[in-house]
C-alpha cells in the first residue's frame, strides 16, 4: 500500500515541476516568426546555392571555364562548359549549370575557385515541389540579374 502513495505522491510533485515550468514559460515573450508576414533576418554568413559573379568593367562572369569548382565538388552537382572564339585568347563560359538536389553547402566549390567567379547567393526561400525547379542555369540567372 505504501508503494501506491509513494507513486501518487511522486506523480503530484511532476505535476508541480511540469505546472511551474509552464508558468515560467508562458510570460516570456515570443520568439516565434510568423514567417512569410514577417521577412526573418538573414545572418552576413548565410550559404545558400552557389551564384556567378559578375565582372563589373565587361559585364561578363568572372569565370574562365578552369573546371576547378567541378572537380572539388564531392557532390558532383556542377556542370560547365565553354568553348573558345576565333581569335579569342580565353575560353567563354557558355553553360553553368547546378543541380541544387545533390548540393550539400559544403563550400568546396567557392574555396577551390581562385579567380573570384563563384560566390554563396543570399536566396533563403527555395521552395517547390519539382525536382526541375532546383537545377539552376546560373549563366541564365546571372544574365537576368542584369
Known amino acids: 500500500m505504501s508503494e501506491y502513495w509513494n507513486d501518487v505522491i ?64 564531392p557532390s558532383g552537382c556542377i556542370s560547365l562548359k565553354g568553348e573558345k572564339p576565333e581569335g579569342a585568347k580565353k575560353k567563354v563560359l557558355t553553360n553553368y549549370i547546378l543541380d541544387f538536389t545533390t548540393c550539400s553547402l559544403c563550400g568546396s566549390c567557392v574555396e577551390s575557385c581562385n579567380f573570384n567567379a563563384i560566390k554563396f547567393s543570399r536566396d533563403y526561400n527555395q521552395a517547390s515541389t519539382r525536382k526541375e525547379d532546383y537545377i539552376f542555369d546560373l549563366l541564365k540567372r546571372l544574365e537576368e540579374q542584369g
Not at 42 to 68: D, Q, S, Y
Open 10 to 73: 511522486g506523480g503530484f510533485k511532476s505535476l508541480l515541476v511540469g505546472t511551474n515550468i509552464t508558468t515560467r514559460e508562458f510570460f516570456k515573450p515570443v520568439v516565434t516568426e510568423q514567417y512569410p508576414y514577417s521577412v526573418p533576418v538573414i545572418p552576413p554568413n548565410f550559404r545558400g546555392h552557389i551564384e556567378l559573379i559578375k565582372n563589373e568593367e565587361t559585364g561578363a562572369p568572372n569565370c574562365i571555364v578552369c573546371g576547378m569548382c567541378q572537380r572539388a565538388c
